[in-house]
Every structure is written in structure tokens, then in C-alpha cells.
């Protein structure tokens, strides 16, 4: 009699499905499945070495101990091999920080199918025989690697038929300070580490953490860079090496599609040829004004730039590149600009640059001042995404209201994201509307509010018993009711304008320091927080605690009426270890929580 196999049981060997899901699993349970069966196996082992970070999971205590036999449980040089000789040809990308992991790569023969190689600081990670050895050798005992010269000596056969095949020359310099043993290793990494780049022809990208001090002995960029300049499908390229020249870096790569740099000392000069394949372009440090003009108009393509400002050195070099964004910059198809610290000098610059721009989309910058806002708005009509980050430290003034150009002036804005800056509310009543209702991200100041003084606020909720002063507290108690009247006025007004931004995700409205709540927006029910019931996508909300007047009436609102809401600001104690304990605000906070337990508290970070 045969059998029927049961549904669940025939998909389970389906070995398609087996692999579909098999990419959503972390390595420790990839492992588990290539254990179950050889159908399992068979599936999911591309995906177990797909990603190989020897940083990661068990890696690092096996590398440690490989070659100490006492506790590497045979897991030597030899395993580690014959295992990257097994499964090396599923490596798609490989972060290398031990020495081992980039010998055995190469060594093996079989790792010619990296996509996307990364070398961090091999030199930096250090054995259990290779520590003894280093402690030895501080206490001028014999060395305890006797074998060391054995392996040396056959790296450095491979390095010369390294040199032969091509790639430039790599040769060791005299050793200076350190000792011979250590340099003729770091010249044997580097060289095998270049290898590695030749024997996969389909490389598309290469991460380099390590920096030119650790790497000081050979003549490491120029040998990678022109071996990488020959493959036709390297596309990306992030290094963390000291660049003496970027342009002419840059023009080296003819097929490089991004590039970003960590270095603190990128001095360039202006790009001489047309760079159509690049996009994205990425330097922490400031860069000279001509170079940055060189890139606008050298770079047709680019669609994100990342640069930490403008160098400016002499008042020529503004008045130079002004000239230039004016006159012989034509519009480009950038979309996304990150600026770090920004001056007066700088907006002026930048001003210059934007009507450039038209198509920008993402900005992140330091503060701007009202001019440059104003230009921005005026020029650039897709903006989406709007982040200004303010130095708490800078002596250059805020510009009050910056805030409602982009409201009123960008109708594709989904995120504003900014700590000092304010919108003022007086200003709602002179009938402009925000044209932004896709804005999901909102976080500012809002400013421009009164609040009752508090000889105000005892006068109006106190009933006089004297008969002497009666028309006198008659009028205070009237005075003080208009004013209150007034001020519910423009709550309204404010939350009207807030309950219209009906896809918000993410509400966080600050409080300025110096104002200390007066001004500032309250969240009561009393002064119309109720219309933002429309806010149902609400996710992350804040405030600054007690000073926003919130009670227990407007809690038990915020957890009626926002079901998606998982961050909350304003309730959790501050850090500070000064900080004065404040009995009231830990009973809302506890109140709360017993409301949602499922929202987590956090405390600002502006």
C-alpha cells in the first residue's frame, strides 16, 4: 500500500521554499536549518555564506584560538581553509578583521565571487600565540613562532607573482621605528588583500575602515586604485585612506557610482573631465569653494552630495565662487544636500548656489538665516525632507518664524525636523495657509503665545469678599479674563492648523530654554488640544513635561485617541543626576503607564 504524503509534509521539501525564507533568517538560525536535512542544507547554505563578518557571532573566539591547540578544539589554519575551500564560492560579501580571514580567503581559491569586500584593521586583532609573542618580546624572551618565517616566505612568492600578473608595484619600505617582523606582515596583508580585489572579477564595491598610518609601509591606494579602475562593474567605493588628491581620484574610477570619505585631510583640485556615472558623493571634511563649483558643474549626475562645509580662506574665494554659481553653473539634477556647521559667510554662498538646485529634495544642514530660508523656499519646490540642526553654542540669531516658509511655501514637505526653530502663531491669523498636508515628521518650537501671569490666574479663579475694592477687582478679574480669552483664541488657532496635517507620524514640540514655557504652546483640553483626534497616525509624540500644563485628563486623552502612539517625550525623569524630583510629574507618569504600558518613555535629545 502506498503511502500519501501529507500537504505540509510535501512543502516542506520544496526546496524553493526552503530558500525564499531562508534569506529573512539570522546566521544562528541558518545554522539550525542547514543541520535539519540535505534538502535543507542544499537550500540554505548559499544564505548562511552569503554575509560572512568574522567580527561576528563565533567567529572571533575561533580566529582568537586558531592557533593555540591547547583550546582551538581543532579548529586550526588548516579547518578554517578547508572550510572558506568548501563554501568560499558562496561568499557574496566578506568584512575581513583578522589577518587569518584575509589569508585563508585567498589562499583557498575559491572566494572569487565577492560582490562587496570591507578590510577594517587587520593588524589590530591579535591571536592568543600572537599576544604571548608580543609579551615575550616586551620582556626580551625568545620568540615563540618559530614557524613565522615558513609562512612569510610563501606570501612573499605569492606577492611576486603578484607583482608579474600587474597591479602596480608593492614593495615594503624600510621598517623605521617598528620592528622588521612587523612590517614584512602588514606588507604581506596588503599585498594579499590586493590579490583578493584581482581575483574577483565581479567586485561592485570595497569598504576600506583601515587608514593610512596602519598601512604607512606600502604604497597601498595607488596599487588598489588601478586595479579597481579595470573592473567595469565597481560602482562603489567608501575609504577611509588619507586622499591627497580626490579629483584626480575620482577620474581614476571612470565607473564609480559612489564614493564616501572619513578623512579629516581631503584637499583636491578642480576635476579636469566630465564624471556622467557618479551619484553619490559623500566627505566629512569642508572642501575649497572652487572644488565644490568644480563638482557641480564636472558631476552632471549627482544626485546626493554629503560635504562638513565650505573652506573658505580669503574674501576672493566667496566673491570667486559666487561668480561662478552665477554665471557658469548650470542647473543640475541634485536632490540630496547635507551640510554640516554653516556661517554667515556660508549663506551667502549657499544662496548663490540654489537657484542651481531646483530639483533638491532632501536638505540637512546648520542654521540658515531668514534669506537663505526665504531662497530656499522660493526655488526649490520639491522639497520633502527638511532637517536644521543648530549649534547651541553658535553666536549666529535664529530667525524667528523660519519655520512658516516651508509650511506655507513646500507642498511635497514630509519631514520637518528642527530644535530652535519656531513657528509663530500670531502669524496664523494673517490667513496664510500650510499647503504641506503630507507632512508626516513636524518637530519645532512654537512661540508667539501669551500665558496668564500669575497674579492673573489667582485674581480670576479668586472670589473677593471685600466690599471696599469691589470695582477695583471687577476690573482685574475682567482684564484677566480677556487676556485668558485671547490666549484660548490662538491655542485654537494653533491646534486647527496642527489637526489639518491629518498624515502626521511624529509630533515633538519643543520648548524654548530661554522662555522657560511662557509663549509656548499648553496641552490641555481646555485650550483645544482635543481637535488633534484627527491625528489617528500619530506615533511619536512630545513635549517638555510639566511646563506644558498637561494633566491627568489630557493622559487618559493621548491614550484614547492615539492607538498607534509608541513613543512618548515629556514624562520620563531627566538623566541629570541634579535634576529635583518632581512628585507630580511621577504620578502622570505612572498614570500613564497603567493607561498604555505598551508606549515607551523618553527624554529629550535636542
Sequence with gaps: ???????????????????????????????????????????????????????????????????????????DRNWIRATFSKYGAWIRVLSIHWRVTLEVAHFCGSCTNIHTLILSNPFKNKT??????????????????????????????VVDRVSRFGGGPIAPETPGEREASVQQREWTMTSLFHRLIQQNHDLSGVRLSVTLQDLQTVDFPSSIYDTLASKRRFYVLENHADCNDLGALLETLPHIRYY???????????????LPTLQALRLQDRIDTLFFASILQHLPNLRSLWI??????????????????????KPTTLQLLYLGRTTSLEDEMLRAIIPRIPDLRELTSGDLDETTIL????????????????????????????????????????????????????????????????????????????RLSQTDEEISSTISTS???????????????????????????????????TRLKTLVLWLDPVL???????????????????????????????????????????????????????????????????????????????????????????
Design 260 to 274: 564616501s570619505s572619513s578623512s579629516w585631510t581631503v584637499s583636491s583640485s578642480p576635476f579636469q573631465t566630465t
Design 1 to 75: 500500500m502506498t503511502m500519501t504524503r501529507r500537504p505540509s509534509e510535501e512543502a516542506l521539501s520544496l526546496l524553493e521554499l526552503v530558500s525564499l525564507i531562508s534569506y529573512f533568517l539570522d546566521p544562528p538560525d541558518l545554522f539550525s536549518c542547514v543541520q535539519v536535512s540535505r534538502l535543507w542544507n542544499k537550500a540554505a547554505v548559499p544564505s548562511l555564506w552569503h554575509t560572512i563578518n568574522d567580527s561576528e557571532y563565533q567567529w572571533p573566539k575561533i580566529l582568537k584560538a586558531h592557533d593555540y591547540p591547547r583550546i582551538n578544539n581543532g579548529k
Design 516 to 606: 522657560e514655557g511662557a509663549g509656548s504652546l499648553e496641552f490641555t483640553l481646555e485650550t483645544g488640544m482635543g481637535q488633534l483626534s484627527t491625528l489617528t497616525r500619530l506615533e511619536v509624540f512630545g513635549f517638555d513635561g510639566m511646563t506644558s500644563r498637561v494633566g491627568p485628563a489630557e493622559l487618559t486623552w493621548i491614550a484614547q485617541s492615539w492607538p498607534r502612539l509608541c513613543l512618548l517625550y515629556g514624562l520620563k525623569p531627566s538623566a541629570t543626576p541634579m535634576t529635583e524630583v518632581n512628585p507630580a510629574k511621577d504620578a502622570l507618569r505612572a498614570q500613564f503607564l497603567a493607561l498604555r504600558p505598551d508606549v515607551r518613555l523618553l527624554t529629550f535629545h535636542r
Design 308 to 329: 562638513g562645509g565650505f573652506r573658505v580662506t580669503t574674501p576672493y574665494c566667496k566673491e570667486n565662487f559666487i561668480h561662478e554659481a552665477r554665471n557658469n553653473i
Design 467 to 501: 466690599s471696599g475694592d469691589m470695582s477695583r477687582f471687577l476690573a482685574a478679574q475682567q482684564s484677566a479674563f480677556h487676556v485668558q480669552q485671547q490666549i484660548q483664541y490662538w491655542q485654537h488657532q494653533v491646534y486647527s492648523r496642527l489637526a489639518s496635517l
Design 375 to 450: 531662497t530656499l523656499v522660493e526655488c526649490c519646490r520639491q522639497l520633502e525632507t527638511v532637517t536644521l540642526s543648530v549649534d547651541q553654542d553658535s553666536a549666529k540669531p535664529v530667525p524667528d518664524n523660519a519655520l512658516s516658509y516651508f509650511l506655507e511655501g513646500c507642498p511635497k514637505l514630509r519631514v520637518l525636523d528642527t530644535s530652535r526653530y519656531n513657528v509663530d502663531a500670531t502669524r496664523l491669523g494673517e490667513g496664510r495657509a500650510w499647503v504641506c498636508r503630507d507632512l508626516e515628521v513636524l518637530k519645532c518650537q512654537i512661540i508667539g503665545i501669551e
Design 128 to 157: 592568543i600565540l600572537e599576544e604571548k609573542e608580543l609579551r615575550a618580546g616586551r620582556r626580551g624572551e625568545p620568540r615563540i613562532r618559530p614557524r613565522e618565517g615558513l609562512l612569510v616566505s610563501a606570501m612573499r612568492s
